[in-house]
């Protein structure tokens, strides 16, 4: 288990509906230096802050094995679900603890320990989830073991993309330290609403161990609306100091609008050039192309 010290008070955890939103209790601050950003390649979790975790970050790393036994036995306990602790990084009044479910169905996900500073006790009876984040989790991990074929596609797609242009991902070391939301690859991150399955949540807390098959007869293919599963690509020019390719983002464009036998859903497209604010998981805001909200490429 690792920690992100901070010493201030996520665009990037990507949330239920689309790019760009936090969960409101643990909101990462603002980058105020002039130049914050280091290579994607570098990145790997180091660095990330939430909105008054130098208070608690001290807290939290004296007591960094009661944390994680306390989370692990959260997710068992309201989610019948076995979890290994990533990283743990301080919050307001809290220590915001990223996890990985163990097996399928695979998802990233988050839990909340709240701290006490007056006493500076961490409350480990009063771990808690956020915001629907978990189920939204649930969500993803199902809907990726139903879609294995289309998922499969689509990694493929997007591996053959990473070999002919000078783009990459988010590797997975970032991605357990600070993901934190769903099912997840270096190229893409899933997130979607509970209502895309009915009542997957207490199925899945009746039998998180159901198989592929069972998932699938319980929810068929030709029954989901894609309009509750978001799905988005992001990708960084490989090369520092070099411009988004545009070429390259018009193609990855007409490929998504055209191919077949991919996963429904609402697909919305990031390219950014090399650099990412490793504070907050932001790429550049002044060097990106971007498909997304509300002009998704809806996928059937």
Known sequence: ????????????NPPANGEGENPPDNQPSGANDSDPYIPIQEYTGEGYELDGGELTQP??????PEIE???????????KTEVIVHNVVGAREAATVFVESVGEPHFYSFAVVPIDLANENVLLEEVFSENGQVEMAIVTGVYAMIYK???????????DIAIEYPVTGMSVEAIENVGGSGFA?????????????DGIV???????????????????KDELDPENIF????????????DVDEELFEKLEKDIESIDNVPPGRYSIFLYDNNIDPR?????????????VPNEIIKP
């Open 149 to 159: 074929e289309e998922m499969k596609n689509i990694d493929d797609y997007l591996s």
């Open 69 to 79: 036994e306390a989370v692990k036995k959260f997710f068992i306990d309201e989610y």
């Open 1 to 12: 288990m690792t920690t992100n010290p901070s010493t201030d008070d996520h665009e990037e």
């Open 59 to 64: 807290i939290a790393n004296e007591n960094l």
């Open 202 to 220: 207490e199925k899945y807390k009746e039998n998180p161990e159901r198989s592929r098959d069972e998932w699938e007869e319980l929810y068929p």
């Open 280 to 292: 907050n998981l932001q790429g550049s805001r002044t060097n990106v192309m971007e498909r997304a």
């Open 185 to 197: 690859t270096e190229y893409y991150y899933l997130s979607g609403l509970e209502k895309a399955f």
């Open 231 to 242: 799905f988005t690509i992001r990708l960084h020019m490989d090369q520092e100091n070099v």
